[in-house]
């Protein structure tokens, strides 16, 4: 069965100082990954996603995330953080087909100036 | 440009009421669809999905229940809610393998 692992709850982060939130999957085939954001009270925003070809992701708001097969990891990046990055990080794979996503149970953020 | 709405945004329920939320996805036909619950403190749990309608899978047992009348209509309903119930509901559809979520709906069962 497919599964993801964020090992950190939380993650406190200064202004203005990079960012490494962890992501470990289990999936028996090519998996899809994604990171999403949830700001509280809300929905959840797409990242960014990886399917294929470029081990290094580039999505929105300055994020990027990298594939590693070899460690089954897909740890997101920001090289500076804002305090509008304060929010609910979720991992998530797929295998594409009709049974939705599996996610992590979440990194909530908190930027301190 | 495709578009989901969920609604309502909020919900207070007493225990033993009915519920029906509703998610209508625009723009696209023949969506695969979505129901995922977020429990207090917890990552997110996919209740059921939906390849056509009248077709619904289920991933966990449960006191909820899904139909799908129409293309782009999704319902998530229960007979009696229970304390348990309580939660934050999100809809989704899936295109291309991409996701896109709905904003949620805050239930919670008084």
């Known amino acids: 069965a497919q599964s993801v692992t964020q090992p950190d709850i939380h993650i406190t982060v200064s202004e203005g100082a990079s960012l490494e939130l962890r992501c470990n999957y289990s999936?028996?085939?090519?998996?899809?990954l994604f990171w999403y954001v949830q700001s509280p009270g809300q929905g959840l925003q797409l990242l960014l996603k990886y399917f294929s070809g470029d081990t290094l992701v580039q999505g929105i708001k300055g994020f990027e995330a990298e594939f590693k097969r070899s460690q089954s990891s897909f740890n997101l990046r920001k090289p500076s953080v804002h305090w509008s990055d304060a929010a609910e990080y979720f991992c998530?794979?797929?295998?594409?087909?009709?049974?939705?996503?599996?996610f992590g149970k979440g990194t909530h953020l908190i930027i301190q100036p | 440009s495709q578009t989901i709405h969920q609604w309502p945004a909020t919900l207070v329920q007493p225990v033993g009421s009915p519920l029906s939320l509703e998610c209508t996805v625009e723009?696209?036909?023949?969506?695969?669809l979505y129901w995922y619950r977020q429990a207090a403190g917890r990552g997110l749990q996919l209740l059921f999905y939906?390849?056509?309608?009248?077709?619904i899978s289920s991933e966990v047992p449960q006191n909820l229940s899904a139909s799908r009348p129409q293309d782009r209509q999704f319902i998530l309903s229960s007979k009696k809610l229970l304390l348990s119930d309580s939660g934050f509901y999100l809809c989704?559809?899936?295109?291309?393998?991409?996701?896109?979520f709905g904003s949620g709906t805050r239930l919670t069962v008084v």
């Open positions: 998530a794979v797929g295998g594409g087909g009709a049974d939705g996503l599996t």
């Open positions: 723009g696209t036909s023949n969506p695969n």
């Open positions: 989704a559809w899936s295109f291309s393998y991409g996701y896109t």
């Open positions: 939906s390849v056509g309608i009248g077709q």
């Open positions: 999936y028996g085939a090519t998996p899809y």
